[in-house]
């Protein structure tokens, strides 16, 4: 908060809040920022910055930033510093869920991650009326229980409880914009058939995904399937102008558009919740098959990425495909499957994802993918 006050900002301090309570605060404001490892241990602690309507920044805006950073600066004198004002914006950001959503009769167990959300999630889904078992709702950036990414790995005890219980439970990572939900039966529900079901109960026309997500949602979901760059922000842009649309993400961002335009786990935890109430969760997810799939991170020196996925667009032009999409890496679509080739936009790897309707589509064609990633590569 020093550098904001040496600019002259005037600064609202919400303290240790969910990511997307900042979110839905700052259209009262410029900006909000949030001070957040995301999903990620706590040595990648970051900034989260959003324009008012909630959704993140631009990366054209993030690079304008990057810009000035390097340019002098001019700085207030220290006696015209505005005084920074604590604020408490969980209660108003309370009170707008129950107001979108309702009241709901519905037993859960939730595990927040020891992270910020564990004073929002339990609290919000008990006034709302459900009796919640909470699981790892204390804070700490230290994380005893398991990782903060709400992965099947690091769900194992929640999974055992949801089993042992025949209860939903719901996980967030540490800072709350991710939601996902375990069945009754102790396995974590697939993020893409949750889609399905939400696209579906919201009445929902659209669906705004990353370009990684399942094939399911073509085979599954009635209506238009629009794919974007990875990442929840670029989901956010596409959505603005859109109707009766819903944005979301494999890893557990849901972003609901009437609400707010940053992914929100805690609306997606209470909106659950009131569709598990009204249908038969489980029955329709068992409706929806699975597709193996699978995925894999390959390391290569950074300065040779750009080279290397020339090679790789050179190379899977040549393939019988049916469609390829060129907006984050390349998406190259066949009848039977599908593969994703991209670069990461935070380390130094290319990632690979394959999926097939049938387990021996998807090994064919992971094999082709992977000979012709690593021949590149050399």
């Known amino acids: 908060m020093a550098g904001l006050l040496f600019t002259g900002a005037k600064i609202f301090n919400a303290g240790l809040v969910p990511t997307p309570a900042i979110g839905y605060e700052a259209r009262?404001?410029?900006?909000?920022?949030?001070?957040?490892?995301?999903?990620?241990?706590?040595?990648?602690?970051?900034?989260?910055?959003?324009?008012?309507?909630?959704?993140?920044?631009?990366?054209?805006?993030?690079?304008?930033?990057?810009?000035?950073?390097?340019?002098?600066?001019?700085?207030?004198?220290?006696?015209?510093?505005?005084?920074?004002?604590?604020?408490?914006?969980?209660?108003?950001?309370i009170e707008a869920i129950i107001d979108k959503?309702?009241?709901?009769?519905?037993?859960?167990?939730?595990?927040?991650?020891?992270?910020?959300a564990s004073f929002v999630t339990p609290y919000l889904l008990r006034k709302m009326g459900a009796k919640?078992?909470?699981?790892?709702?204390?804070?700490?950036?230290?994380?005893?229980?398991?990782?903060?990414?709400?992965?099947?790995?690091?769900?194992?005890i929640l999974r055992k409880i949801c089993k042992e219980e025949k209860k939903f439970g719901i996980a967030h990572d540490c800072d709350g914009d991710r939601m996902v939900v375990v069945g009754k039966?102790?396995?974590?529900?697939?993020?893409?058939?949750?889609?399905?079901?939400?696209?579906?109960?919201?009445?929902?026309?659209?669906?705004?995904?990353?370009i990684d997500s399942s094939m399911i949602l073509d085979d599954y979901f009635d209506g238009e399937i629009v794919r974007t760059r990875?990442?929840?922000?670029?989901i956010s842009q596409k959505l603005k102008g859109e109707s009766n649309?819903?944005?979301?993400?494999?890893s557990g961002t849901w972003t609901f558009p009437y609400f707010s335009y940053c992914p929100d786990g805690v609306f997606a935890a209470a909106k659950f919740l009131k569709m598990a109430e009204e249908i038969n969760v489980m029955e329709e997810i068992e409706r929806i098959k699975a597709y193996p799939m699978?995925?894999?991170?390959i390391k290569i020196e950074r300065r040779k990425?750009?080279?290397?996925?020339?090679?790789?667009?050179?190379?899977?032009?040549?393939?019988?495909?049916?469609?390829?999409?060129?907006?984050?890496?390349?998406?190259?679509?066949?009848?039977?499957?599908?593969?994703?080739?991209?670069?990461?936009?935070?380390?130094?790897?290319?990632?690979?994802?394959?999926?097939?309707?049938?387990?021996?589509?998807?090994?064919?064609r992971w094999e082709e993918i992977i000979e012709i990633v690593k021949r590149c590569i050399k």
């Open 101 to 116: 959503i309702g009241f709901i009769n519905i037993e859960a167990i939730i595990d927040c991650s020891n992270g910020a």
């Open 230 to 234: 990875v990442g929840d922000v670029f």
């Open 294 to 297: 699978r995925k894999e991170s």
């Open 28 to 93: 009262k404001h410029d900006a909000g920022i949030m001070i957040t490892a995301s999903h990620n241990p706590p040595e990648y602690n970051g900034i989260k910055i959003f324009e008012k309507d909630g959704s993140g920044i631009s990366m054209e805006k993030a690079e304008e930033i990057e810009k000035l950073i390097e340019k002098e600066k001019k700085y207030v004198e220290w006696n015209e510093f505005k005084k920074i004002e604590d604020v408490n914006i969980i209660s108003s950001y």
């Open 132 to 156: 919640i078992t909470s699981l790892n709702c204390n804070p700490d950036g230290f994380f005893p229980s398991h990782l903060p990414e709400p992965t099947e790995k690091n769900l194992h």
């Open 305 to 364: 990425t750009e080279e290397v996925m020339k090679k790789i667009e050179s190379e899977l032009e040549k393939m019988n495909y049916v469609n390829m999409v060129k907006i984050d890496g390349y998406r190259i679509e066949f009848e039977d499957s599908w593969a994703l080739v991209r670069a990461s936009g935070t380390e130094p790897k290319i990632r690979l994802t394959v999926e097939g309707r049938k387990k021996e589509d998807m090994e064919k």
């Open 245 to 250: 649309a819903l944005g979301a993400e494999a």
């Open 185 to 210: 039966n102790g396995e974590l529900i697939q993020n893409e058939k949750l889609m399905i079901l939400f696209a579906k109960y919201e009445n929902a026309k659209k669906l705004i995904v990353p």
